[in-house]
């Protein structure tokens, strides 16, 4: 018997049917071992020696391995292809060896880029040994990531309460997101006037030309700085005459884009399917593992977890055949397309993500997929098929237009494009950040020496007010581009640092948009005043080129660690006797412009409002940052950051902004800024009803309105209708509900609580009463999978508070956050019950029928039998142990 070792359930189901009965393949379920979440799982002091800790699931899974592998013929390690895959490879071998299971059993290291039976055999027929430099690139990087984690955090955390963790690239993909908004609000608008002439020609066609050059003064885009120049150039205009100097047609050719490496995927799936990173990835790495094909588990793509352009020569040759098929043979070009990357420390070992079959068509896998999958199989097919297309032929028009009025002259131009022969475009063009493209826009005929008339319009010359705009805040997409430019992270960590800055409360995403938070800012400003050669570009890519000199066998891991630690250890040491007054300090002044801004009034910005002597100071509470007085507790002025005197609603202690009387007692409702927000306030009483602003509500869009929705809550719905009880609707804590006799129960959304009705608040109520026991009724079925295999029972997916979850019995497992409820499977749901019961200690429903027999009567024998029945893909599921979570995001790996 030959044993497999390879990651995930599905793929070990999909590569056991290719291989037959003489191979056993077994799951890993992800990496086995890790760096225990405490101090001194990496020793600097003793040669970077590392410890490492195995979970109780990892170790029974461990365990089924290392029984297998007893008496074996042959082990086989196929984890993936990737540094991360050839880790997991090398903890498991050391963990048989430790166990002494292999003995004289020949060990195998296998890697694939397909899960396809062809690729899967031919890389059977081809094993090699660990690779031992690319574990030892793994190694330098883990360290690293753990020992920038918890060298650095501590010190973050007391010098800047309320901050968390700092990662290695983490913290620099977070400097990006606060460099760009820091820009944006450095920004200042510049005015610029655009002179544009609505023309027609001597056969009726119309044309539009922009200028170009007035009294021999060529006009850049910025030029016309003012209206009075505008007017005077659009006056003479109105008066000129226009003849045609020169038309020039120039014929350009377009190439297809290269395949798909894992940044550009995921930027496409960003900008045409709407997909955050990590949710691109997820659907990838089901195209990967397979899908159902007629009762075959077929792979669909190659490996999504890549750097290369470069496609298999057999490949190509597919492609060019579906190309010549499916859109004639005029779109296959002369020469097969080779490509090679142009991104910044980019490994080319393995190739572009493709379909493992071109003539998969996109149209016939549907059938077989979810919406999501079979949407990024159509752009991965798309992409690839187009990248292998002859190129797009268009003709470049420019027309020279010469006016002249009263003894002045002017130039004006017009440019227009025709496609000429679509090429890959007719099946595939890349989505644009921007609008900004004017291919489309064709122009008339037109022959030099021509004279031209403005047309019958109103405005047949336009003098146009533009302003500058600032940069665009980053998106996944384009942060994600810039990160591989500079040659920040790696393929398999986008995804990861992007989910990471959001968990940890340091960027929001609105509208797609990456907006740095409070927290985020003074993070990077304090990592910039304090560790800035860590946070620097430069230092972090040379880093990564480092370790990818490392997997290439050119570099001691160990030499890169020494030099890295010497320095960084010292860094710290510094830091240590820093005080957090110097700290605030420094981030007054970095910070400056966003903490303090510019008064209208063109007053100094750091001199309190209310006393008139204090000074205003970062402060740093328990509740996060604001702004406070130096005269503390003399004087209690406090507002929010970024907020100046001019533009605050008002202050705790300074003058609120009224928005109007109550028309019901009279009282001024007034809004004002707190150290936690903005609130509203009904009247000046000892204690006033006040209500802070929701999420969602900002303070520059209140009015009386709305202040006095919010100071009526909580509102009486009604009685509900079996108890007789009130039941009431507000907004809390933990965002809006409707309360019943104890029991609340949230809401959808803020704008429910003023709109709820009572049928709506009695099945809210019921639907919580159900989850937490009170109540009689379970939550509704949102699909019914059948009956559990082992167990008996039935299992169903369901909606709770929490998101969809899977339930059989008395056991809820909550779906992951990306799992679409409807693609659940049976094995996946047995998997995350099997899981939870095992977290919570409770004992699955067992079929009626076991229940007779006395648990005494079982033998030992017995037990084992069941146990290898067992399919592995029921052992365990597919999640990280506890420690291993804690102890990523504690050193916040990337």
Not at 226 to 238: N, S
Not at 345 to 355: L, S
Request: with cysteine; glycine share 8%.
């Amino acid at each position: 018997m030959n044993v497999v070792i390879v990651e995930s359930p599905a793929k070990a189901k999909t590569i056991n049917k290719y291989l037959g009965s003489d191979y056993l393949v077994l799951a890993s379920y992800g990496h086995v071992r890790d760096l225990p979440p405490k101090d001194g799982s990496v020793r600097p002091d003793e040669d970077f020696d590392m410890s490492w800790a195995v979970d109780s699931k990892s170790q029974k899974r461990l365990n089924e391995i290392a029984q297998a592998v007893k008496g074996a013929d042959r082990l086989v390690l196929a984890t993936d292809p990737d540094r991360e895959g050839e880790a997991i490879s090398w903890h498991v071998l050391q963990v048989l060896r430790d166990k002494k299971a292999l003995k004289d059993t020949p060990v195998e290291r296998v890697v694939f880029n397909a899960i396809t039976k062809s690729a899967i055999l031919e890389a059977m027929a081809n094993p090699r040994a660990i690779d031992e430099p690319l574990v030892e690139a793994y190694l330098a990087r883990r360290a690293l990531d753990y020992l920038v984690g918890f060298t650095l955090s501590p010190v973050l955390w007391r010098k800047l309460p309320g901050a968390r963790s700092a990662g290695r690239v983490q913290s620099v993909a977070l400097r990006l997101i606060c460099d760009r908004e820091a820009e944006i609000e450095r920004f200042v608008a510049q005015e610029y006037w655009s002179i544009l002439a609505n023309l027609t020609t001597t056969k009726g066609d119309s044309v539009q030309a922009r200028l170009a050059e007035f009294d021999g003064k060529k006009i850049g885009r910025l030029d016309i700085a003012g209206e009075e120049e505008a007017t005077a150039i659009r006056t003479m205009l109105e008066g000129a005459a226009f003849k045609v100097v020169s038309v020039e047609s120039k014929p350009t050719k377009r190439n297809p884009y290269a395949p798909f490496t894992t940044s550009t995927l995921q930027q496409e799936a960003s900008r045409k399917l709407g997909f955050a990173a990590a949710r691109t990835m997820q659907v990838a790495q089901r195209l990967y593992e397979g899908a159902n094909l007629g009762g075959e588990t077929v792979g669909l793509i190659t490996y999504m977890r890549t750097d290369g352009v470069q496609i298999a020569g057999e490949a190509i040759g597919a492609a060019r055949s579906v190309i010549a098929r499916e859109f004639g043979e005029q779109y296959v070009p002369e020469k097969p397309r080779h490509y090679s990357t142009k991104a910044k420390n980019a490994q080319e070992a393995h190739e572009a993500i493709r379909p493992t079959d071109m003539s998969r068509l996109p149209k016939d896998m549907r059938r077989f997929l979810d919406d999501d999958q079979a949407r990024l199989y159509e752009l991965v097919w798309k992409r690839t098929i187009a990248s292998q297309m002859e190129s797009a032929t268009i003709e470049r028009t420019t027309v020279d237009i010469d006016a002249t009025s009263g003894g002045k002259n002017a130039q004006l131009r017009a440019t227009g494009s025709v496609i000429r022969f679509d090429g890959f475009l007719t099946l595939y063009q890349e989505g644009r950040d921007d609008d900004d493209d004017d291919e489309s826009r064709r122009l008339p005929p037109m022959d030099a020496g021509e004279t031209l008339m403005p047309q019958k319009i109103e405005k047949a010359i336009e003098a146009n007010q533009h302003f500058t705009e600032p940069p665009p805040r980053f998106t996944e997409a384009t942060l994600v581009k810039k990160m591989e430019e500079l040659g920040i992270g790696r393929p398999s960590t986008y995804a990861s640092t992007l989910q990471t800055l959001r968990d940890r409360d340091y960027v929001v995403l609105d509208k797609k948009r990456l907006i740095p938070d409070d927290k985020g800012r003074l993070v990077t400003a304090f990592l910039e005043s304090f560790f800035n050669r860590y946070v620097e570009y430069d230092f972090t890519a040379d880093l990564e080129e480092k370790l990818d000199r490392i997997s290439a066998n050119e570099l001691n891991w160990k030499d890169v660690l020494r030099d890295f630690w010497r320095d960084f250890s010292a860094t710290v040491e510094d830091i240590k006797d820093l005080r957090v007054s110097q700290v605030i300090d420094a981030l007054n002044e970095i910070l400056a412009s966003h903490i303090f801004p510019p008064s209208e009034s063109g007053g100094d910005p750091r001199v309190c409002p209310v006393c008139g002597n204090g000074q205003l100071s970062l402060k740093i509470g328990r509740y996060g940052s604001f702004v406070g007085c130096s005269n503390y507790p003399e004087c209690r002025y406090t507002r929010q950051l970024g907020v100046s005197g001019d533009d605050e609603a008002g202050t705790a202690t300074d003058g609120p902004k009224v928005l109007g009387q109550d028309p019901e007692t009279g009282l001024d409702v007034s809004l004002r800024t707190g150290r936690f927000g903005p609130y509203v306030q009904l009247g000046e009483e000892e204690k006033p009803k006040r209500s802070s602003l929701p999420k969602g509500w900002s303070a520059e869009a209140m009015d009386l309105e709305k202040a006095l929705r919010l100071l009526s809550l909580p509102r009486e719905v009604g009685l509900h209708p079996e108890t007789g009880k009130p039941i009431s609707a507000g907004i809390g804590r933990y965002g809006p509900f409707v309360l019943h006799d104890g029991t609340y129960a949230n809401l959808d959304s803020v704008d429910e609580v003023f709109e709820v009705g009572i049928n709506r608040a009695v099945d809210a109520i019921a639907q919580k009463a159900a989850k937490s026991g009170r109540g009689r009724a379970a939550a509704a079925a949102l699909k019914e999978l059948g009956e559990h295999p082992d167990l008996g029972g039935p299992i169903t997916v369901r909606d709770g508070r929490y998101g969809p979850y899977v339930n059989h019995g008395k056991i809820n497992a909550t779906l992951p956050r990306d799992m679409d409820p409807a693609s659940v499977t049976v094995d996946q749901a047995v998997e995350m019950i099997a899981a939870k019961a095992e977290k919570s200690g409770k004992k699955p429903a067992a079929k009626k029928a076991a229940t007779k027999k006395p648990a005494a009567k079982k033998s030992a024998a017995k037990s084992k039998s069941t146990d290898a029945k067992k399919p592995a893909a029921k052992k365990a599921p597919a999640k990280k142990s506890t420690s291993a979570s804690k102890a990523k995001a504690k050193t916040n790996n990337e």
